[in-house]
């Protein structure tokens, strides 16, 4: 068999792009290689640190189709980025649909090759970049959550249930509309936040300290996935 990257079905069946569906390919190919060198949050899930550019060269892709195509997998709720900071390469943890039946490793030696090296994936490791040095420099980084749902108009902010029940004891009878207003600004200004939940935190506690909705200022670096 010539390198190959897995391609689950129910990826082929959805309604996504072609160059979405061939990125969570690329992405999920990363992923086990991820898994067997130990590249693990501090909460236990599996990351990929991945950049654009790379993404773009392996899949002979230009970097704007990249990042569209990042953009509709984070909404269709198919992966999490994470900012690790000024000019490093986010985290992606990759998301499978509760409603998917994921099927246990194959027997024997088949297993996915990466897509730019020919030899098997057993033992194979990662390769070693600036990036990964700077993420081990800088480890601790806020929790991930793994089981985040859909909230907005638009159901582009993504939330846990825990999250949801600390906004609404925080500040009771507001968190609903913040919750709206991030969605709205989000899809209309195309923009993506790291963390949903400490967005709408923040901008409550603007609110509460005295700061009128028109004054707003929205960071375009803060918190905002590249």
């Not at 569906?21 to 991945?50: A, C, F, H, P």
């Not at 953009?71 to 986010?90: C, F, P, S, Y």
């Not at 638009?154 to 009771?172: D, H, I, K, W």
Request: aromatic share 10%.
């Amino acid at each position: 068999m010539p390198p190959f990257i897995p391609l689950p079905r129910f990826i082929l069946a959805g309604e996504y792009s072609i160059n979405a569906k061939l990125l969570y390919g690329l992405l999920l190919n990363r992923t086990m290689l991820s898994q067997k060198s130990g590249w693990v949050s501090e909460d236990g899930n599996v990351y990929v640190i991945y950049t654009i550019k790379q993404m773009a060269d392996d899949l002979d892709r230009s970097e704007r189709t990249v990042k569209t195509a990042l953009r509709e997998l984070e909404n269709a709720g198919l992966i999490t980025r994470v900012r690790q900071g000024w000019n490093q390469a986010n985290r992606i943890f990759l998301q499978i649909p509760d409603r998917v039946q994921v099927s246990s490793r194959p027997e024997g030696n088949i297993c996915p090759m990466d897509v730019q090296n020919s030899s098997p994936c057993m033992g194979q490791k990662l390769p070693t970049s600036n990036t990964d040095a700077e993420y081990k420099e800088h480890s601790k980084t806020e929790r991930v959550e793994s089981t985040r749902r859909r909230y907005g108009e638009f159901q582009n902010v993504f939330l846990s249930g825990e999250e949801c029940s600390r906004l609404e004891m925080a500040y009771p009878g507001k968190a609903a509309e913040y919750i709206e207003r991030l969605s709205r600004y989000m899809a209309s200004n195309d923009r993506h936040y790291a963390n949903h939940y400490a967005t709408i935190k923040k901008w409550l506690d603007e609110d509460s300290k005295g700061m009128s909705a028109k004054n707003y200022t929205y960071d375009d670096n803060e918190g905002e996935c590249l």
